[in-house]
């Protein structure tokens, strides 16, 4: 049996997880590093035995040793002087103004400062405006995240087999990350406009305008402008994700008279799991970041199904209501929070026996 | 290895001293070159102009302590003015002494005045004279006929003796266009310079012609020397808020690259040298000195901390005694005050430091400074500074005001909260729900001088908000809509379909003169906008049937008004051709006006609301609260009380009715006195039936119809007082509102949608507003 383990650098004693490919029982084996041929990183190599594969995980058992050298006592001085200017700057502009909002959010205004304790947070839940907010931020998330994962891993796949034009379609795809905002939406009001681009065609075709900024259908405009918009990014993400599968597990899985869906499944999401946890979580960060292209289009009160938490935040601070606005904030990177841990955690559970 | 570590410790120190360096970079702060910044300060002396019977000042003009200046006369006896010229010693405290220059019309039944004047170095004196035919009153029509003026350039020594006369007729005639000059000046190589609408014209050291220089421009701004003695005729920049300057170089006879980035002033158009550089420009805030070689402005002086108003300074000259003489004129609607300040440099320990009083706003003020200045130089404890969120020198965009308005509510939270600010520009509902405003209450109450019963009370009740009196606006106006009192019978107010039925008992007549969609939709939300929102509720109305009704009314009308100069609003009124006036007073002049331009009784109502009460509405004027946050609250009040209170009557100086009672009345008493003419004996002339001649306070005309204003009736006194009772402020909350609907209602104007879309959209949308706003 053939066994091909990761380099150890540090001579550090490893513990070997074998894998069955097809869900076998893992079993252990302790062994100290000989081979020479390694993946970089934390990346698994794989051992086939007896015509069965298996992937073979790799962890550190034993805490690294400490050289308690002088040389490493300057390198850790030297590297904290340099960690210095960056952990100052996290500090301040992000730790202590999240602190000011934190104490923004317990009290009745930034002037007379009385303590209110949470009457900030029972104020914005029950506050019409933000509930509406909530409520069409999230519908939003729900449709647009998703689409915008799959539409992007579809585009991926779809670019990454052997189809004419491949770099023109990619191009393609990515040119709307080089237009600036602004222009986008000029171009998005110049098609959806009431007497825009795309009610023409809908007149030209027997069909009645659409009001597409100022009624239900503004949400659908969004979707389309936020998808428009990431898709070329995430697509991205997913083509280097996808070129990094180690080509000879996806031989093996078509030696071992594997299906393209079985290979998909199997094989190419567990590998991509990490990076559609990563673009699920940039996704859903644009996702609240639609508000700019939102107000480009149609100003600090839209209609109200695209009436974003941001646009509550955004007036609210114009208003100088700081108080509903920082509760607002800790409200939503609360849920922001509970959402991206979820996410962690099925990308664990998905992802667990691929190290990432 | 060694060469390697030292090379490492090298960079190290060498990233550590930059970060250091960058990060002690961020809290320095930019030397502006304000005298506050530096380590002196302009003290000011103030020089009264006083020219017994001079009616008017033109510019003043200083060499070594010597003070130029000319002045005319008006004879109402003969309808002659005389025109004299002057000077006075600034150091011997001597009265001014006449100069013997005089510019003698030289034809017959002619007379002459000085159009412009200029004095070099040595103290020449260089006028510019102008002959026109005499009026005649008794034969008005004959001043008039068109004969060619007379121009020419005289010369005269400093002590007034003529050197040359030269007739620049031919010169100035040629264009009428440019036959009148607004600037002049002399190099130092004795040249003159004469600016007109678009064109200078070059004399040589003789008065003869040199060059005449098209600028291309559609006005010259004004014409200066710099310290070089280079000569620059400036022009209204068209892309930003200032001039352009551009260099007249004689030796090649022709105008030199454009300098952009000169600041606009508030003077007269003249420009003198600057004390290091380039050229003086006196702002409305500030005096800066720009140079013409970088061009690049720098603050010399702020206005404020002279006591000076700068939106009264005409010119200002730089001494080579290291002084700056200002020249002011100030009007007070009545008449003129000429006033020399002189700024001399003092180091900041020999001035006695006085509280600073911040007063936050976007832009300078007149009233604001006017008001500043009177305390500042009455106080010897505090110094009101404004500090203006958009400067004098800011171009204009589109997002400049937003830019501004988002700084100052940053600021309002912050440590460098003013102790004052304009509540003009603020809802005051919301800074009092974030305690930002100080409750005035306490301190009216305290105060020696006024109480709040001297102010109007619906004022001083609008102003209050959540028992907070934000502020006290110093004057009001109020709107409404005037109409037949027979037509309108007894009807005290009315809702919006009384008055949507009023209008159609008379189809055939237009409603508002120049009446668009915009406009009767801004008629009717202007006081119902509140009542389509339940506040209890948070529960909008926009999409109700009641809203509807008010657009598809509003669609009645056209969409622009296309303006006819051949109609005549007060001809339309009489002949009743038009129902009602949609109209603001600004006086009792204006109430009177109208009065006479019906050509029956008026009756004001007020704008269409729900319940049919009210819709008199009020706007405030000089509404300025102080903040909770005020450093200094005592000495805010001090301000704030300073501008509530005036002596007499004859001060006041405000385009509005005062806010105060008593003033108000007196107010009454003033335009309900009437003015009679008197004979040479002083008796009061009778008419033919032996009743007192009454002479006419004003005029006041509209298009084509003029009507003099006599005193105010009793009956006309209690109708404005009664409507000032009734009036009632709007709040900023509405505006955003009407914004709303005022941007969604178009497409249906335009035809694009029905009435009912856009209430669905209005209502969408108002409801977000309204829910975070509850």
């Keep these: 049996m053939q066994i091909y383990v990761k380099q150890n650098e540090q001579a550090c004693l490893q513990k070997i997880v074998y894998i069955n490919l097809y869900g076998e029982k893992p079993f252990l084996r302790k062994s100290k590093a000989a081979k020479q041929r390694f993946c970089e990183g934390a990346l698994n190599s794989y051992v086939i035995s007896k015509g069965v594969s298996y992937l073979m995980k790799t962890k550190t058992l034993g805490k690294e040793r400490r050289i308690k050298s002088k040389r490493m006592k300057r390198a850790k001085r030297s590297s904290g002087l340099f960690l210095a200017p960056s952990f100052l700057g996290v500090l301040l502009f992000f ?106 065609v809908l007149l030209a075709f027997g069909g009645t305008r659409i009001d597409w900024l100022k009624s239900e259908y503004s949400h659908v405009v969004i979707v389309i402008l936020f998808l428009w918009k990431n898709l070329g990014y995430n697509m ?112 664990n559970y998905f992802g667990r026996d691929v190290e990432g | 290895m060694k060469k390697s570590k030292l090379f490492t410790k090298m960079m190290h120190a060498c990233l550590i001293l930059t970060m250091l360096i960058s990060m002690v970079g961020c809290g320095k702060s930019e030397e502006t070159g304000n005298n506050n910044a530096t380590d002196y300060v302009y003290v000011p002396t103030f020089v009264p102009i006083d020219i017994e019977g001079a009616d008017w000042l033109n510019d003043v003009i200083i060499v070594g302590d010597e003070l130029y200046t000319t002045y005319s006369v008006f004879d109402e006896t003969t309808y002659q003015s005389e025109q004299k010229f002057v000077k006075k010693n600034l150091t011997d405290g001597n009265d001014f002494t006449d100069l013997p220059i005089q510019v003698v019309a030289t034809k017959e039944n002619y007379q002459s005045s000085i159009n412009s004047f200029c004095i070099d170095e040595n103290a020449n004196i260089y006028v510019l ?123 090649t006879k022709a105008l030199g690259n454009k300098i952009s980035g000169c600041p606009d002033g508030s003077s007269n158009g003249n420009y003198n040298a600057g004390i290091e550089s380039g050229i003086l420009v006196a702002g409305n805030e500030c005096l800066y000195e720009f140079n013409t070689a970088t061009g690049e402005a720098k603050e010399i002086v702020d206005w404020l901390n002279c006591n000076i108003n700068g939106n009264y300074v005409q010119s200002v000259r730089a001494g080579s005694d290291g002084k700056l003489y200002v020249f002011i004129s100030e009007y007070n609607g009545d008449e003129n005050h000429y006033e020399m300040v002189i700024l001399e440099k003092k180091s900041s320990s020999e001035v006695v ?149 009023f209008t159609e008992q008379y189809p055939e007549t237009r409603v508002f003169n120049y009446a668009t969609k915009a406009s009767m939709l801004s008629i009717f939300l202007n006081y119902s906008i509140r009542d389509f929102v339940d506040y209890s509720t948070g529960k909008c109305n926009f999409d109700s049937e009641q809203f509807i009704k008010v657009l598809e009314f509003c669609n009645r009308f056209d969409l622009e008004y296309e303006y006819n100069e051949s109609e005549s609003f007060p001809n339309m009124i009489r002949e009743g051709q038009i129902l009602l006036a949609d109209t603001g007073f600004y006086s009792m002049q204006e109430y009177q006006m109208y009065s006479l331009m019906f050509p029956e009784e008026i009756k004001v109502m007020g704008y269409p609301t729900t319940d049919g009460e009210g819709g008199i509405k009020l706007s405030s004027y000089n509404s300025y609260a102080m903040t909770s946050k005020a450093q200094n609250k005592e000495g805010a009040w001090a301000f704030l009380e300073s501008m509530l209170v005036y002596e007499k009557y004859d001060e006041w100086n405000h385009n509005g009715f005062p806010t105060r009672k008593d003033m108000l009345e007196e107010m009454f008493v003033v335009a309900s006195t009437p003015e009679y003419i008197y004979d040479e004996n002083g008796e009061i002339m009778l ?84 829910d975070e706003n509850m």
């Design chain 2, 129 to 251: 004279g102008c002959e026109y035919p005499k009026y005649d009153p008794e034969n008005p029509e004959a001043s008039y006929v068109d004969v060619a003026p007379v121009y020419a350039v005289y010369k005269f020594d400093k002590e007034g003796n003529q050197i040359f006369t030269s007739d620049i007729s031919v010169l100035l005639t040629k264009d009428e266009m440019n036959s009148y000059v607004q600037n002049m000046l002399v190099d130092k190589n004795g040249r003159i310079y004469l600016s007109s609408n678009n064109l200078v014209f070059v004399l040589d050291e003789n008065g003869n012609e040199l060059c005449t220089l098209d600028t291309q421009a559609e006005w010259i701004r004004g014409m200066g020397m710099d310290k070089d003695g280079k000569v620059y005729v400036s022009m209204y920049a068209m892309d930003y808020n200032g001039t352009d300057l551009v260099e007249i170089n004689p030796d």
């Design chain 2, 687 to 770: 008419d033919e039936q032996g009743n007192k001649m009454e002479n006419p306070k004003t005029s006041w005309g509209y298009d084509n119809w003029q009507a003099d204003i006599y005193a105010a009736t009793k009956e006309q006194c209690d109708a404005v007082r009664a409507l000032l009772d009734k009036g009632e402020m709007t709040s900023m909350m509405d505006q955003g509102l009407y914004a709303i609907i005022a941007e969604d209602v178009e497409p249906y104007f335009q035809g694009a949608k029905s009435a009912a879309e856009v209430a669905n959209i209005i209502q969408s949308r108002a409801q977000i507003y309204v």
């Design chain 1, 95 to 200: 730790v202590l103004p999240f602190m000011v909002v934190i104490y923004y959010s317990v009290v009745d205004n930034p002037i007379s400062q009385n303590f209110v304790f949470l009457d900030n947070f029972k104020y914005v839940l029950g506050n019409g405006a933000f509930k509406r907010a909530i409520s069409n931020t999230f519908r939003f998330s729900v449709i647009a995240v998703p689409l915008a994962v799959v539409l992007s891993l579809l585009l991926a796949i779809v670019l990454e087999s052997k189809i004419p034009f491949k770099s023109q379609f990619r191009t393609f795809f990515l040119s709307p990350m080089m237009v600036p905002v602004a222009s986008i939406v000029l171009i998005w009001q110049v098609l959806f406009h009431y007497n825009g681009a795309v009610n023409d």
């Design chain 1, 236 to 347: 991205i993400l997913f083509m280097a994700a996808l070129a990094s599968i180690p080509k000879d597990i996806l031989e093996v899985a078509k030696l071992e008279s594997a299906t393209p869906l079985q290979t998909f499944f199997y094989i190419k999401i567990r590998y991509l799991s990490s990076t559609i946890l990563f673009v699920t979580i940039m996704s859903l960060i644009n996702s609240f970041k639609v508000f700019r292209e939102i107000y480009l289009l149609t100003t600090d009160y839209p209609y109200d199904t695209i009436y974003m938490l941001q646009h509550f935040m955004n007036n609210t601070f114009k208003n100088l209501d700081y108080q509903k606005l920082s509760s607002a904030a800790i409200l939503m990177s609360l849920a922001m929070v509970v959402i991206i841990g979820v996410l962690f955690l099925v990308e």
């Design chain 2, 353 to 501: 430091e006085k509280e600073e009083i911040v007063v936050g706003t976007l832009y300078s003020d007149y009233n604001l400074q006017s008001a500043a200045v009177k305390f500042n130089k009455a106080s010897d404890k505090y110094q009101v500074k404004v500090k203006t969120y958009i400067s004098d020198t800011v171009e204009w965009t589109e997002t400049t005001y937003d830019d501004a308005l988002k700084l100052f509510n940053a600021d309002l939270t912050s440590s460098n909260c003013p102790d004052i600010i304009d509540l003009s520009l603020f809802n005051a509902d919301n800074l009092v729900s974030k305690g930002l405003i100080e409750d005035l209450t306490p301190y009216l109450d305290k105060s020696s001088v006024v109480s709040k019963e001297d102010f109007l009370d619906n004022v001083i009740a609008t102003s209050t908000v959540d028992g907070v009196l934000t502020s006290i606006p110093t004057y009001i106006n109020l709107q409404g809509i005037i109409g037949r009192a027979s037509q309108l019978g007894d009807m005290e107010g009315w809702t919006i379909d009384e008055f949507i039925a």
